[in-house]
């Protein structure tokens, strides 16, 4: 069997959120976050980058550790350095963006933008400064948080902001407590708060002269602030600031204050006139051919990455969820499309991603590499770690499977290539015993396997009645205890015991 890559495409042992993908000579380049396995705050981890010929996406390879947040001089005030971008300098040389943050987000909003430089896209950067104004203090117009830069034909172009709320600001002189968390919260003063026009939250860009450090034209505002009656009134801009250039037309990916999704803005221009797009991918399938919240595929939670066009093809790279909580992520992807009319459809999250086409049924694979994993009522992030019991990845050791299975949990993988019937066999753990109902994509019955409780991890096969072709497939439990499942493997029907 060919060599394969599914969702996450990096090692299950990796956890790289945040994702900004970039085309550096003849390879695609993974910048982001770096999350730690079963951490508890954001973005532990120094910034690690992987990266795999753009004529094989299936060989990912890892370049090691390029920067450590030791070597900003804010740490360790502030010890944990969130989503980077990094982009060529008309010098040729490769420029990483990153702001800085403390314990589950303290002080990630009180800047300013961070800067170091390497002669290769992944070799050892070295810190150069801080995004300036032209009287050398710190650029803090706005709030400083999830930088993005683009060379755009020779002028660089410096994205950032974030916003939590849309609404008209309230009155602060009936509600002086808004205005002190305010200040908290940003770290600017109440004049300066007071004397912004609308907010000092929202997605801004600024140009930057050819030192890569010194802000040539002052930030302005790109989308609006208040949304209420415009196109983005359903999906404002949260954070997860990105740029991209298609042909002529700029698209602007940010997360929306949904929190799951990726959306686009499209324009002519690079600062102004963006007009709403779509979502482009959420974690949770949200949206998806009309899905709601409640109707989540997975445990959603935050979401940052980018399109990317690799040999004419164009892909989304985003993040998932693991460990109940948003400090384990990990990157996926999946293949998009751009219409003639410049529109991009959400795409489905799958479990083939990079893979070129559906997952060949045949070996085995990590359970924990399953696109839906939902008991039917799956809860949103937030900056904790759940404590209540609902399906998962997880890991012990060096091994990482789907814990706190429940009845009625329906685990699905999109998609594999089938050649015909097929051996389902399933390693778990449980307590009790249980049935697995296994259907395709249109809720037909392909089998049924009775799993005895076992305490220790076990196997147990079943016959799939499956037609030739591509198909999802998805696992549904019927159990009185919570179960684990940490592998599925494919063999031919003559081989079964």
């Known amino acids: 069997m060919k060599k394969q890559v599914y969702n996450p495409f990096l090692p299950l042992s990796e956890y790289i959120p945040d994702g900004e993908p970039h085309v550096f000579g003849d390879r695609v380049y993974l910048f982001g976050s770096h999350d730690k396995e079963g951490g508890d705050t954001f973005c532990m981890l120094d910034y690690t980058v992987w990266s795999a010929p753009v004529d094989d996406l299936r060989d990912w390879r890892c370049e090691g550790t390029i920067y450590h947040a030791a070597q900003d001089?804010?740490?360790?005030?502030?010890?944990?350095?969130?989503?980077?971008?990094?982009?060529?300098?008309n010098d040729g040389r490769f420029y990483l963006y990153y702001c800085m943050s403390g314990e589950r987000g303290a002080g990630g909003y009180h800047g300013p933008i961070s800067v170091a430089v390497?002669?290769?896209p992944a070799g050892n950067?070295?810190?150069?400064?801080?995004?300036?104004?032209?009287?050398?203090?710190?650029?803090?117009?706005?709030?400083?948080?999830?930088?993005?830069?683009?060379?755009?034909?020779?002028t660089i172009r410096l994205y950032y902001g974030t916003q939590y709320d849309y609404e008209e600001r309230s009155d602060f002189k009936e509600h002086p407590e808004l205005l002190q968390s305010e200040t908290e919260m940003f770290g600017k003063s109440a004049e300066e708060i007071l004397s912004t026009h609308e907010s000092v939250m929202g997605?801004?860009?600024?140009?930057?002269?050819?030192?890569?450090?010194t802000v040539k034209t002052a930030p302005i505002r790109i989308i609006p602030y208040r949304v209420k009656g415009t196109d983005f009134e359903a999906h404002p801009f949260f954070e997860a600031a990105s740029m991209r250039k298609v042909g002529e037309k700029y698209y602007f990916i940010y997360s929306s204050q949904q929190n799951h999704e990726l959306c686009y803005a499209v324009s002519a221009f690079p600062d102004r006139e963006f007009r709403f797009g779509g979502t482009i991918v959420s974690n949770g399938d949200v949206g998806y051919q009309g899905r709601s919240e409640a109707e989540r595929l997975n445990m959603t939670g935050t979401?940052?990455?980018?399109?990317?066009?690799?040999r004419g093809e164009w892909y989304v790279f985003y993040h998932r969820l693991t460990h109940k909580s948003d400090y384990?992520?990990?990157a996926c992807a999946e293949h998009i499309h751009i219409l003639p009319d410049g529109t991009i459809p959400q795409v489905q999250i799958t479990s083939c991603g990079l893979n070129g086409g559906a997952l060949a049924a045949e070996g085995e694979y990590p359970a924990a590499i399953a696109c839906c994993i939902t008991n039917g009522h799956m809860p949103h992030g937030s900056n904790s770690i759940y404590t209540e019991h609902?399906?998962?990845?997880?890991?012990?050791?060096?091994?990482?499977?789907?814990a706190e299975i429940c009845d009625s949990t329906m685990i699905g993988y999109r998609y594999f290539a089938f050649t015909g019937s097929c051996e389902l066999n399933l390693t778990y753990r449980s307590q009790a015993d249980s049935v697995v109902t296994v259907t395709d994509e249109n809720g037909r019955i392909l089998g049924k396997l009775s799993l005895p409780a076992a305490?220790?991890?076990?196997?147990?096969?079943?016959?799939?009645?499956?037609?030739?072709?591509?198909?999802?497939l998805y696992l549904t439990f019927q159990t009185s205890a919570e179960m684990a499942l940490a592998a599925l493997s494919f063999s031919q029907p003559e081989k079964m015991k």
């Open 328 to 330: 384990s992520r990990q």
């Open 455 to 472: 305490s220790s991890w076990n196997k147990k096969a079943c016959l799939l009645n499956t037609e030739a072709g591509e198909h999802a």
């Open 203 to 213: 997605a801004n860009m600024l140009t930057l002269c050819d030192d890569m450090l």
């Open 390 to 402: 609902f399906p998962h990845v997880t890991h012990e050791g060096e091994l990482r499977f789907i």
């Open 125 to 154: 950067y070295e810190y150069l400064g801080f995004v300036r104004d032209p009287d050398g203090r710190p650029m803090q117009k706005y709030i400083c948080f999830d930088p993005a830069v683009i060379n755009d034909n020779g």
């Open 118 to 120: 390497c002669d290769t």
């Open 73 to 89: 001089p804010d740490y360790p005030h502030r010890k944990y350095m969130y989503a980077p971008d990094v982009v060529q300098g």
């Open 303 to 310: 979401t940052h990455g980018s399109i990317i066009a690799i």
